[in-house]
């Protein structure tokens, strides 16, 4: 029997040795060696000179009229040039430390160069060189990554082996119906195509077959796992008063916004749902996420619950815990648990909680990782959902819980991740400010108008306004980013002088002091406060209204959106202002964009677009999918498509019922064991 999964030792060609040396490429099947693509195609197309760009890796033809001179220099260093014509014009072509070549390069031989191209002196640096005519077929090179004792030529030739032995057992898993509604090779071709593509068009269509199967396996295990949460039908219905419910919101100084409301809807809704939420609300900085979520914690109150809100950091779980707690004037017992909370107070916490006397518990992670136990834990919120990373469920399992669960989150996130990074969610957005918020004016200035920029927050704080200063960014160094800290809190100390209490804040100093500088900030004891990152999320102070961002341009744009988000929550006119002075042209369009748009969605959908999805979230937190083939940003329509396909395939289950799902399904059921053993 010849099946894909044997050893990859049984391919002619692949001896112990090359063996071992693929299995640390993780290739150990047959199936890893034909589904180990090229990371690139190097395509030698030869253009007219008038075409080719300088400073491209381009591929000529020409004939040599010069005898080659070569140079020593250095130890062992040489230089080999001679000149070619290429439609009756002389290019120079240059090659280093291949001095063996000279002998094979003589005059009126014809050859075909590859390497790169400088159009002003018309010169060709040679990486690559190739006696008589360039093979107009054959033109398309594929490179693959490789390591070790492996080569290029080895792995091609034992692909080329594995195809031969074991083509005819490539199956195809896609129904028939996808292959000719999208024009698509069957399996068997694509893979071949993938390795030894005859040609461009070929190539294309192997790649879209490869795009297409990827999105399409990824959705459909996304959705089969929204579908298993939703049929897990634990009984936890949250049956909660609505009456009660209605006259809290009606409690509030202000109306809902019809998005929030919305969004509220969405919720409850899920709450009441025997199923387990697990749900997203994003909305901008300022949205009003916060009191949505009060509204819900309130709605699990009345159900008989008990509710959880877990923030990032210390000081918002404070700052939530204060402004729920006049919030909800005595409807429920609040309780704050942080690491702060020590000893004899820290147990009577958890006993009151243990007995359902507390209602509701604002803390950070240790809420769920400590000896924490609910009498009956109903709803679990969880603010700026991506800081926490994406095992909240499982840890929430781990305990025996099983609550509905939301997270909140201020960074937009573009449709694109939503529906790929989040699949397994559903998703409501705020995408609506409460009426009357001033926009924050954005301005981009380089070093050298500090000065100005310090007068002009010297007029701000003598309106008895405050500012945030962040500071320099060092990137991967805490310590030097705290001393940048420290630096920038001895100039402005001494720029402002004894009028301004300039304050310091930063990740290394001890809870307590952070609170205490915090607090005095609040209370506007302190005028500016010179910090590192650490008061992007949540932070409100509403008489702040400049923030001045040193470095900008070292930030992501979400970020330095969540920073601006500090100020703007008075009623005063609010400032941000970017100091950066970016190389490039994708950092100085970064910068004005910034200057451009207050809107989060927005600013998310085009630093994605600029910077790519892994930069988006920072690479470790991101939870976001990697594909072999297929960008998600590049292939988005494919991505599109192959979610509605999912979508159809789930709703109309057929997989279960149509017979030529049954490869499909096979995949999706062995990779969502898969997934469970992993978890
Ligand atoms: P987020 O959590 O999305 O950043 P918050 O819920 O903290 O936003 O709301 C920001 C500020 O706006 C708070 O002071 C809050 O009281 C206020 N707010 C919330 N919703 C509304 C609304 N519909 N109308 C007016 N003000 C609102
Ligand atoms: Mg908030």
């Not at 890796?57 to 080999?80: A, C, H």
């Not at 205490?516 to 932070?539: A, C, P, R, W």
């Amino acid at each position: 029997m010849r099946l894909l999964s044997n050893a990859v030792s049984t391919v002619k060609g692949v001896g112990e040795k090359l063996a071992e040396d693929l299995a640390a490429m993780h290739i150990l099947t047959v199936d890893d060696l034909l589904h180990y693509f090229p990371y690139k195609y190097d395509v030698y197309e030869i253009k007219p000179l008038s075409e080719l760009i300088h400073d491209d890796k381009v591929t000529i033809e020409g004939r040599v009229v010069s005898e080659p001179s070569l140079t020593f220099y250095g130890r062992k260093k040489s230089r080999l040039s001679f000149t070619v014509e290429v439609e009756n014009i002389a290019v120079k072509a240059v090659m280093f430390n291949r001095a063996f070549a000279k002998k094979q390069i003589n005059k009126d031989d014809i050859f075909t160069l590859t390497g790169k191209w400088d159009a002003h002196r018309l010169q060709i640096t040679v990486s690559n060189y190739k006696k008589g005519e360039a093979e107009r077929d054959k033109t398309i090179n594929p490179v693959y990554s490789v390591r070790g004792n492996v080569t290029n030529f080895k792995l091609k030739k034992v692909i080329k082996n594995a195809i031969s032995q074991y083509g005819e057992h490539i199956h195809e898993m896609l129904p028939q119906g996808y292959l000719s509604n999208y024009k698509l090779p069957n399996r068997r071709n694509a893979i071949k195509t993938m390795h030894f593509p005859p040609d461009r068009i070929y190539l294309k269509h192997a790649r879209r077959r490869f795009i297409y199967e990827e999105f399409l396996l990824f959705q459909l295990k996304m959705q089969m796992l929204r579908k298993q949460i939703r049929e897990q039908t634990i009984g936890n219905a949250q049956l909660f008063d609505a009456e009660k419910t209605k006259a809290f919101i009606e409690s509030f100084p202000f109306r809902l916004t019809q998005a929030q409301h919305k969004a509220l809807t969405q919720i409850l809704h899920d709450m009441k749902s025997p199923y387990r939420m697990n749900r997203l609300l994003q909305g901008d900085v300022g949205s009003g996420k916060t009191a949505v979520a009060a509204i819900c914690l309130y709605a699990a109150v009345t159900a008989g619950k008990q509710g959880a809100l877990m923030v990032p950091t210390e000081i918002l779980a404070e700052q939530h815990f204060q402004s729920l707690t006049e919030l909800f004037g005595g409807k429920a017992n609040i309780a704050l648990l942080t690491g702060s909370v020590k000893g004899k107070r820290r147990k009577e916490i958890l006993q009151a909680v243990e007995n359902h006397d507390v209602h509701i518990v604002i803390g950070t992670h240790a809420l769920i990782q400590e000896d924490v136990y609910f009498d009956d834990l109903g709803t679990v919120i969880v603010d700026e959902q991506h800081r926490f990373g994406v095992n909240q469920r499982r840890e929430l399992r781990d305990k025996g819980l099983d609550p509905d669960v939301l997270f909140m989150t201020a960074t937009p996130i573009p449709r694109t991740l939503a529906i790929t990074a989040f699949g397994d969610m559903d998703v409501s957005v705020i995408d609506e400010m409460p009426a009357g918020r001033k926009e924050i004016d954005t301005y981009w200035v380089k070093e050298n108008m500090l000065e100005r920029v310090l007068q002009f927050i010297q007029k701000r704080l003598a309106n008895g306004e405050q500012a945030y200063v962040i500071c320099p960014l060092i990137e991967e160094s805490d310590k030097l980013d705290i001393q940048n800290a420290v630096d920038l809190y001895d100039q402005l100390t001494d720029y402002f002088q004894s009028n301004t209490n300039v304050g310091l804040m930063h990740g290394r100093l001890p809870a307590d002091e952070k609170e205490s500088i915090m607090k005095q900030f609040t209370e506007n004891d302190i005028q500016i406060l010179v910090s590192t990152t650490v008061v992007e999320v949540g932070v409100n102070v509403p008489n702040a209204t400049v923030m001045l961002i040193y470095d900008a341009d070292r930030f992501g744009l979400a970020q330095l959106h969540q920073l601006r988000g500090r100020v703007g929550r008075g009623d005063q006119q609010s400032y941000c202002i970017l100091i950066s002075d970016p190389k490039g042209e994708v950092g100085k369009e970064r910068m004005r964009i910034m200057t451009e748009t207050n809107n989060g969605f927005e600013l998310a959908e085009k630093d994605l677009q600029l910077r790519g999805p892994g930069d988006f979230f920072g690479k470790k937190q991101s939870g976001i999918p990697e594909f072999q083939v297929a960008d998600m940003i590049h292939d988005y329509r494919a991505l599109e498509q192959a979610r509605k396909d999912a979508e159809e395939i789930i709703a109309l289950n057929l997989l279960e019922e149509d017979e030529t799902y049954h490869s499909l399904q096979k995949i999706i059921e062995n990779d969502l064991s898969l997934t469970e053993k992993l978890d």
